[in-house]
């Protein structure tokens, strides 16, 4: 299959926006992204209060 025309371009297919979406694995990504940034948060101020502690 051929997605190139003579000029080296991509053809692009008719995609109907609205039937578009990110699905489960998009759901999946999201939820691991806001579980690590929330383990990263929560470990920053740990730190911040332990260096806080010591002077």
Known sequence: ???FNS??????AEVDES???PGAIG????????VATFLLLRNFYKRLRR???DQ
């Not at 000029?7 to 692009?12: C, D, F, G, K, V």
């Not at 759901?27 to 806001?34: D, E, P």
């Open 51 to 53: 260096l806080r502690k």
């Open 27 to 34: 759901a999946i990504v999201t939820g691991l992204l806001c």
């Open 19 to 21: 039937k578009v979406t």
């Open 1 to 3: 299959m051929n997605f």
């Open 7 to 12: 000029s080296n371009t991509i053809i692009l």
